[in-house]
């Protein structure tokens, strides 16, 4: 089983604003140098040899505990023009003062002739991991390239979903057992599988990040915080979620709350406002009903899903699926969700084969919704579920909750991603 997993996400989207200029070498004949009060770690002067095509791993490693032993805050510095391969790493604190991971040139994956040539002792699961540190901002003008074409063709992965056996592929970054980490202005690009993956960290904040996938690529979620809760009868706690200001474009998903039946833990507090979709086949799902077979047997355990709030949520979508689907557990209803401003018209890009336009679908889902909700979810239950499941709610709620921030702006897909935005499991959202 796993362990408990708390989560306190806020995504807050901004006008696009030039990064901050990258630190300044007083010296090029030693490996580090000052600017101010921070120490400043070239990877170039530790070896690397940015080229895209040499191994520039051991550099990083070796730059990254300096980094990570300095006395002083340190940046580590990717310059521009610059692009490093690295193969799968783990940035591990704790360290001693605050960083900054300064990208201004490329950071790439390895990109084998085939995925099963990667080294025996790197992991097929995730690329960069950054683990155990606190107060760290990677942040630049550059760009995250996860290379992933090769894992999109593997053979399992062609094939219809319910058949098709587990692939291993390499989430690209992963922020684990964190605090007070911030992303920033970053262009990442082509995972093989989820692009940004955090879990039991506190304070995650990511703005003005664009995120960029074809959309024939499977899995690859943009942010996922909030998919695969409760997966293998785990105990997650998900709560205080803001996702704000951001762009979902021609996505399998928008904004998605997904768990497993069989496990147990809470999603609540989670809030989405302002957020623009263009051409999103399932702009507003809660799903908890996920799995990996097509048919498998109804379990009463779940995760309860309560205070979901949709805000200012505008946009167009494709038409051979319901613009909202909120199917809530039969055992644990969804209470208080509530939609507001929230208005999804037909895409012109759509299907124009499919006559037919799907009304919004609720199981189980209980709110409230303003009149001029497009189009209204009448199915929304009024009023609040029984007893019982009120009494849940307050069982879950922790006396001094573990808050985890994510904090992430125009996290945008504009060239056809599988996925949309946050939690995205095939595309950024059922695949959030």
Known sequence: MKA???????????????????????????????????????????????????????????????????????????????????????????????????????????????????????????????????RMTMQGSGVIDGKGAKWWNLPCKNVNPWKGSHCDSPTAIRFATNSKLTLQGLRIKNSPKFHIFSDHSDGIHVELLSIVAPAESPNTDGIHFMGSLGRDKSHDCVSHIRVSDSIIKYSDNGVRIETWQGGSGSVSRVTFDNIRMDTVQNPIIINQYNRLREKCHNQTSALMISDVMYKNIIGTYETSRPPMRLACSDSLPCPNITLLIVKLVRSNRGN????????????????????????????LLKGHPGKSVLGFIGLLEPQEPKIIGFTSSAVATNYPPTIGLLVLRESLFDQF
Request: aromatic share 10%; hydrophobic share 35%; with cysteine.
């Open 4 to 134: 408990e997993q708390k989560q306190h996400f806020h995504l807050v989207s901004r006008k696009r604003k030039a990064s901050p200029p990258s630190p300044t070498s007083k010296s090029s004949n030693k490996r580090s140098s000052t600017a101010g009060t921070t120490s400043v770690f070239n990877l170039m002067l530790f070896g690397a040899k940015g080229d895209g095509i040499s191994d520039d791993t051991q550099a990083v490693t070796k730059a990254w505990d300096a980094a990570c032993r300095a006395k002083r805050s340190a940046t580590l510095l990717v310059p521009r023009a610059r692009s490093l391969m690295i193969r799968s790493i783990t940035f591990e604190g704790p360290c001693k003062n605050d960083l900054v991971f300064q990208v201004n040139g490329t950071i790439v994956a390895p990109a084998p002739d085939r995925p099963t040539k990667w080294s025996a002792g790197e992991s097929k699961k995730e690329w960069l991991v950054f683990k155990t540190i606190r």
């Open 352 to 379: 124009r084969k499919i006559k037919k336009i799907l009304e919004p679908f609720c199981w189980k889902a209980y709110g409230s919704f303003q009149s001029f909700t497009t189009p209204p979810p009448y199915c």
